[in-house]
């Protein structure tokens, strides 16, 4: 098993742009999640998916799509990217999103907004 | 709004020595989890703390959920190099969103 994995690793955006984070699980998790880690502030929550077809706002989700097609995929969308959005995003994983359920976290991508 | 508070934000010391860190709250969580993240790297779930009072151990590291499932505590007895790396505890809400406390970044000296 590949576990949860993350593309692009690190990107470059100007501001206004869009872009697609791409994070794909293979170990049939119907939970999926989106964070973005800033110094200081710890993990916050953006966006989550408790199974294909179903999603539904975190603490942070301004700014941010999100869609779940199938039950391996969970992509965030910037539609315009801002200088605020500027973070490491960590995608992650569990079984069913009990709060006993591991979380499964992927290596992470690494945004800059100019 | 419900928050973890950790404490302390960082701390380093010499490798042999014991410590306590601490994920605090004023509000009631079903369960609490401990996360260990090294650099570049997502977090790696340690322990999930489910029962108040509970006291769990990971070799040299033993956790335990406070009686009133209010906070939580991560012990490290004989601190090795290795253990390096930012502690995250979390705990889902009653809104059923996982929340993060802001992490303690511990650096164990050679």
């Known amino acids: 098993n590949a576990g949860v994995t993350q593309t692009p690793k690190f990107q470059v955006l100007k501001t206004g742009q869009s872009m697609t984070l791409q994070c794909a699980q293979d170990?049939?998790?119907?939970?999926m999640s989106w964070y973005r880690q800033d110094p200081g502030m710890g993990l916050r929550l953006i966006h989550y998916?408790?199974?294909?077809?179903?999603?539904d706002q975190g603490e942070v989700p301004n700014g941010y799509n999100v869609s779940r097609s199938t039950t391996e995929d969970f992509p965030l969308r910037l539609l315009s990217a801002a200088p605020s959005q500027t973070s490491v995003y960590f995608c992650?994983?569990?079984?069913?999103?009990?709060?006993?359920?591991?979380?499964?976290f992927g290596p992470g991508t690494r945004l800059t907004v100019l | 709004t419900q928050l973890l508070e950790q404490s302390p934000q960082f701390l380093s010391i010499q490798e042999g020595e014991n410590l306590t860190v601490y994920c605090n709250s004023s509000?009631?969580?079903?369960?609490l989890q401990w996360y260990r993240q090294e650099p570049g790297e997502g977090p790696v779930l340690l322990v999930t703390?489910?029962?108040?009072?509970e006291v769990k151990k990971l070799k040299r590291l033993t956790f335990q959920f406070g009686d009133a499932r209010k906070d939580s505590s991560l012990h490290i007895t004989a601190a090795q190099p290795g253990d390096t790396g930012l502690y995250l505890c979390?705990?889902?809400?009653?809104?059923?969103?996982?929340?993060f406390g802001k992490g303690t970044r511990l650096h164990i000296l050679p």
């Open positions: 998916s408790v199974g294909a077809g179903i999603t």
């Open positions: 992650a994983s569990s079984y069913s999103g009990s709060d006993t359920d591991t979380q499964y």
């Open positions: 703390v489910v029962t108040g009072g």
């Open positions: 170990m049939n998790h119907e939970y």
């Open positions: 979390a705990g889902t809400a009653d809104n059923d969103k996982i929340i």
């Open positions: 509000s009631v969580f079903s369960s």
